[in-house]
């Protein structure tokens, strides 16, 4: 069995390391990877993390690049891939443009898709954007959906998808955290390791999605920067995303000397970073699923998140974007130990790392019976 494996951003890469490194194990499966470098720099971090090397890579990556940019050079680039390949399965993972295109290049050349992270829904066709049509559009074209959690499973069937082709695995990216947190990681920033995790309340922070770019994220970067000031044992740490847009807004509302903006992490020191810190506040699609591994209690500041997993367990909660939700409800947390213990304590529903095993238990078995 032929199996090939498409991934384009740090993201997928993370959440596809564990299932490339499943399939390398096995006598009866030729593993090929190809990227589509969708995202090039922090793509390129998670391959040596986890020593992957590419057997194609499309390199599509262009300063300035539009969906419809990336969606043209990517089908065009899979599409001479699988040709030449003729993989008997093509994985994909999650929900970016590199996802949707890579299910739609092999539908046209009549390959098998499996669709890792499947099921996930927000309700919304336009949040997040645009990653909630890739994943329903690329749900259309599969063969195999491997949902996360028992809700996922159920989104699926809902909209018509055969039972037998639903398979619950868990989350591939409780795989990828147990091979990269440590308990006595050391940072290459002298800033992490100066902050005292054990006596402050520490706040991890990231914002980066289209939608909340402008009054929403205003708001998100005001509250923080008043509960700073509230309380005096609070700081925060602010990897601050690439965009121009993202750091504009930052520096105008994140001025503190408790509030520390750093440059964006690698994955690993990024995992370990939230093993360290008190509670995340994000808008971040994979973090309300890394957090409450590591026992963190996340603030999502969104209007509606794909993973209510987390917010019916309780180890999440949807805020929303209004400046007095979000500082109500950070408050609440730093002032409640009762209140952040339930948080912090609350059962995680995304699995126990086992889902890569699953998942290519499901093709071997599958294609050899």
């Given at each position: 069995?032929k199996?090939?494996?498409?991934?384009?951003?740090?993201?997928?890469?993370?959440?596809?390391?564990?299932?490339?490194?499943?399939?390398?194990?096995?006598?009866?499966?030729?593993?090929?990877?190809?990227?589509?470098a969708?995202?090039?720099?922090?793509?390129?971090?998670?391959?040596?993390?986890?020593n992957?090397?590419?057997?194609?890579?499309?390199?599509?990556?262009?300063?300035?690049?539009?969906?419809?940019?990336?969606?043209?050079?990517?089908?065009?680039?899979?599409?001479?891939?699988?040709?030449?390949?003729?993989?008997?399965?093509?994985?994909?993972?999650?929900?970016?443009?590199?996802?949707?295109?890579?299910?739609?290049?092999?539908?046209?050349?009549?390959?098998?898709?499996?669709?890792?992270?499947?099921?996930?829904?927000?309700?919304?066709?336009?949040?997040?954007?645009?990653?909630?049509?890739?994943?329903?559009?690329?749900?259309?074209?599969s063969?195999?959906?491997?949902?996360?959690?028992?809700?996922?499973?159920?989104?699926?069937?809902?909209?018509?998808?055969?039972?037998?082709?639903?398979?619950?695995?868990?989350n591939?990216?409780?795989?990828?955290?147990?091979?990269?947190?440590?308990?006595?990681y050391?940072?290459?920033?002298?800033?992490l390791?100066q902050?005292?995790?054990?006596?402050?309340?520490?706040?991890?922070?990231?914002?980066?999605?289209?939608?909340?770019?402008?009054?929403?994220?205003?708001?998100?970067?005001?509250?923080?920067?008043?509960?700073?000031?509230?309380?005096?044992?609070?700081?925060?740490?602010?990897?601050?995303?690439?965009?121009?847009?993202?750091?504009?807004?930052?520096?105008?509302?994140?001025?503190?000397?408790?509030?520390?903006?750093?440059?964006?992490?690698?994955?690993?020191?990024?995992?370990?970073?939230?093993?360290?810190?008190?509670?995340?506040?994000?808008?971040?699609?994979?973090?309300?699923?890394?957090?409450?591994?590591?026992g963190?209690?996340?603030?999502?500041?969104?209007?509606?998140?794909?993973?209510?997993?987390?917010?019916?367990?309780?180890?999440?909660?949807?805020?929303?974007?209004?400046?007095?939700?979000?500082?109500?409800?950070?408050?609440?947390?730093?002032?409640?130990?009762?209140?952040?213990?339930?948080?912090?304590?609350?059962?995680?529903?995304?699995?126990?790392?086992?889902?890569?095993?699953?998942?290519?238990?499901?093709?071997?078995?599958?294609?050899?019976?």
């Open positions: 069995m199996v090939m494996t498409v991934f384009g951003t740090r993201p997928e890469g993370i959440k596809m390391a564990p299932i490339v490194k499943e399939l390398e194990k096995r006598d009866n499966v030729e593993s090929v990877v190809c990227i589509t969708q995202h090039r720099e922090m793509l390129d971090q998670v391959l040596s993390l986890f992957i090397k590419p057997d194609h890579d499309l390199n599509i990556f262009s300063p300035g690049q539009t969906l419809t940019d990336i969606t043209n050079k990517a089908l065009k680039g899979l599409e001479d891939v699988i040709k030449l390949e003729k993989p008997d399965i093509l994985l994909v993972q999650g929900d970016t443009t590199t996802v949707f295109a890579g299910a739609l290049a092999a539908f046209y050349q009549k390959v098998k898709v499996g669709h890792v992270e499947a099921g996930l829904r927000s309700g919304n066709i336009y949040s997040p954007y645009p990653e909630e049509a890739n994943r329903k559009m690329t749900g259309i074209i063969h195999y959906h491997f949902a996360p959690t028992k809700m996922n499973e159920e989104n699926l069937l809902k909209e018509g998808y055969k039972s037998d082709r639903i398979y619950i695995t868990g591939t990216v409780i795989d990828a955290l147990k091979h990269t947190v440590k308990e006595d050391h940072f290459q920033i002298d800033l390791n902050v005292d995790y054990e006596n402050k309340k520490v706040i991890l922070l990231t914002s980066h999605r289209r939608e909340n770019i402008g009054k929403p994220m205003e708001n998100i970067f005001s509250a923080v920067r008043d509960i700073v000031e509230k309380h005096d044992d609070v700081e925060v740490i602010f990897p601050r995303h690439l965009n121009p847009k993202v750091r504009e807004i930052s520096d105008k509302f994140l001025k503190h000397e408790r509030i520390h903006l750093i440059e964006p992490l690698d994955y690993e020191p990024f995992s370990n970073l939230i093993g360290k810190v008190s509670l995340v506040v994000t808008d971040s699609g994979g973090l309300q699923e890394e957090a409450p591994t590591l963190k209690p996340v603030l999502v500041v969104r209007e509606e998140t794909e993973r209510p997993e987390g917010i019916e367990s309780g180890t999440a909660k949807l805020v929303g974007t209004s400046y007095d939700k979000i500082f109500g409800e950070m408050d609440k947390l730093i002032s409640d130990k009762n209140e952040y213990v339930k948080m912090a304590n609350a059962t995680n529903p995304y699995g126990n790392g086992t889902a890569a095993k699953k998942i290519v238990d499901i093709l071997v078995e599958d294609f050899y019976r």
